[in-house]
């Protein structure tokens, strides 16, 4: 392949010196024109004093869509501006809510990402902007979330008229307790969601609840908030907005703001020889080591690099593999490498924002920790480890290379893995046109249900905003249970009701399990009671923010699973056996002899054990272990075939059960592409018979009470979907199935019987009876 002739085409030359053509890992190239600056004038009504700040803070000319989306602001329109990586989105939403906080000296704001890193960062960006300045005294941005001390609490609601806050505490901190914030709440003139594209599956419509409760109380107070969000480039940011904030609003799309020319690079790495898989699969070489080679040859070349890896242990893992290559080569270049990881202090990413702004530091291998609210733009070349889940996160990442109008370089680098496998062979999906959407569902009634007894508690539910909430059903039901009470004004609730504390924003639907280092007492994180069983068994293996940790024992009935640090070799994964019954028809249609549906089922799951793989993939052993069986209500995209359909592409009866398996496998896999979420947040099921089709079924569902809106996206875009997933598998060059296609690293059934060519009929079957288009 020739390398365009850029100054990244010559980067990636150099880290392609000595590779044999045919045997290039490389396997698309593109370059992105650079774009001059789209400039708009300071509008009329934007103040004087709060220009000029800007103005002395380096911001002298507006880019057009900081200005478009600030005037829909200002005007009252709920607005999302959704542009590329430091494109300057803050000062989109800066300037109005500065402007009218100047303006009317009892408004307020409030401002809210869903991290407190991120909200840590923003503070800091807005007081630099209004320090020394009296006009601005009145102020006084402040944080409030799980870190801030009792007493800067009681200061803040006092006297901050601006907060910067995060979903959890919004629910638990403000609207816990609304009365305390009358004041707040009356005089809420905007609310800023940063970040928004991350709010997707369940945590997404736990926090579009949490912001429309929020938006209510404003309301009953008699404000009229304005909410202005940012995001990252995304599919369709209008309706995600409009569907978190539960009103309409308009999207600002067009980025006016200066690029230089864009080197990107698709990045497959080649099967290691002599290593075998699950089932004798062939296994490629990792993301991370080849991350780590592209890293110290970018480094040699004196390109200032970041690397994005997807967990801890792999950024330190990248950056010591660099640092030793680059030992024999140039001992002085090995210590200008670094490793950067989640849970560093604010201090410290300073620091290194400056090490790597001024050349101390040359290569850093990083979480994706770097990617929200850092003010790195200007490097030369980034290298991303593994697709990072979504293509906003992916643009997030390829954005920080890039000085303002010079050129660099941006390498994606696959796993072993079909979504990875898919997108370095078709790199339209990965670069073109997003067709993932931000998919979470505020309707599910186990989401909705907690939600409503808490607005009830915030103020009696009128008719009004059970409407507005579309809570008709669920309102109904929890008045039957006894827990709201139907008055005339409205709906209350029942006496002694505390609903607040039992809704975790970000521990998903139903009971949660507490896991527990054992060693500090430190909780790590909670895991939904549904999920725990397969995921932090005895034995398992479980990751915190890059940290590894041994699971030593669950207690279901406490709801505890206690583990200690560890760094064991391999990784474990669940063997269960499923079983799924169809309980609703919600939609579906007919194509010939294919059927496609989006279902309700209750899909019963028993763990019987776990596999441990080695790092290399190579698998150890596995271990058996006895659980009780659960059953999961939720809800699932399905489709069958006929037995006659499938025998007439030349897959025979024996075949199915391997066919359809693989092709579940795969679509799963892909599923990511079109609906933004986590290999792990659903799950699948195939069969030859099932009992309520009576015909060869594959099902793909949400692994979550209610569903999450996973499945539902693959119902309607099941043909770009299936598309992907055949083209995924048919890519793929590996004989008979390999992780990166048909091999799934949450198999029940260890991946057995898979069969790869069964697989590409089935898919290819049910492409030609769906037809085009969705
Ligand atoms: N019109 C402008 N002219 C020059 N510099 C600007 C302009 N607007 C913003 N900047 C600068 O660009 C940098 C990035 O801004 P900002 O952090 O708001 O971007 P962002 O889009 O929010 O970034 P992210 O994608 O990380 O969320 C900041 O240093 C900011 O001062």
New binding site residues.
Partial sequence: MTLPDTYGGGLLRRSLAGVDESLSPVTYTTVISSQTAQFAPWPEWADPAVVEAFRE???????TH?MTAADHAHAGRHVVVA?????????AYQLPVLTDLVADPRATALYISPTKALGADQIR?VSALIAGRPEFAHIAPCSYDGDTEPDVRQWAREHSRWLFTNPDMLHLGFLGSPGRWRHFFRHLRYVVVD?CHHYRGVFGAHTALVVQRALRMARLYGAQPTVVA?S?TAGDPRGALSRLIGDDCVAVTTDG?PHGERTVALWEPGFTPGVTGENGAPVRRSAGADAARILADLVVEGARTLCFVRSRRGAEIAALSARHLLASADPELADRVAAYRAGYLADDRRALEAALSDGTLLGVATTNALE????I?GLDAVVVAGYPGTVASFW?QA?RAGRRGEGSLVVMVARDDPLDTYLVHHPEALLGRPVEAGVFDPANPYVLGPHMLCAATEAPLTEDDVARFGADAVVADLTGRGLLRRRAAGWYPAAGLEPHADVDIRGGIGGQVMIVDTTTSQLLGTVDTGRAMSTVHAGAVHLHQGRTFVVDELDLEEGLALCHPEEPDWTTSARETTSTDVTAVLESFDAGALRVAFVEVDVTHQVVGYMRTLVSGEVLDVVELDMPPQTLHTRSVMYTLTPESLEGVGVEAARFPGALHAAEHAAIGLLPLIATCDRWDIGGLSTNLHPDTGLPTVFVYDGYPGGAGFGERGFRAFRTWIRATLDAVTACRCESGCPSCVQSPKCGNGNDPLDKAGAISVLRLVLDLAGPGD
Avoid: I, M, N
């Avoid at 803070?57 to 880019?63: F, K, T």
């Avoid at 929200?372 to 003010?375: F, Y």
């Fill in positions: 803070r380096g911001v002298s000319r507006p880019w900081q542009t590329g990586t430091a494109s300057g989105k803050s000062v960006s970040e940012a990252a703001s929200l609210g850092v003010d733009a997030q954005g």
